[in-house]
């Protein structure tokens, strides 16, 4: 089936097939918005409210909440445990002195330290 192109289409047709060559009007606009690309950055690197700007800003404050509240963790996990570990010394002597005022050696011990003591103030005196 035969086909009907203007000369107009047919190097048109004939452009695509050369794909290694750029069209200069191409280059040169990609060149140019480049260039404005970096002048805008350029520019905008020393604004404090340009949206890189903000945004490590942003990221700043939330790394140092982060910090702060890892260090408050850290200070309360440690006086916790110190508050435990005091608690835990304490049953433990209540826990020994239950059980030596229950026991009858330390009960006979302890009456005949108390005896001694009595009769010595009585001998003294």
């Given amino acids: 089936m035969p086909i009907v192109l203007s000369k ?12 290694e060559k750029e069209d200069p009007e191409t280059v040169r606009r990609r060149d140019y918005l ?7 950055k350029a520019m905008t690197k020393s604004w404090p409210n340009s949206l890189e700007n903000v945004n490590r800003r942003n990221e700043e404050l939330r790394r140092e ?11 309360f996990y440690k006086r916790y ?23 009858d050696a330390p009960k ?5 330290v108390i005896e001694t003591v009595v009769q ?6």
Avoid: C, P
């Fill in 8 to 19: 107009k289409e047919w190097e048109r047709i004939g452009h695509w097939t050369h794909r």
């Fill in 81 to 103: 445990v110190k508050r435990r570990q005091r608690e835990q010394t304490r049953l433990m002597a209540s826990a020994r002195d239950t059980v030596f005022k229950n026991r």
């Fill in 65 to 75: 909440r982060l910090l702060a509240a890892e260090t408050a963790n850290t200070t």
């Fill in 108 to 112: 006979l011990l302890l009456s005949a």
């Fill in 120 to 125: 010595k103030s009585e001998k003294s005196s």
């Fill in 34 to 40: 480049q260039y404005l690309d970096a002048t805008s």
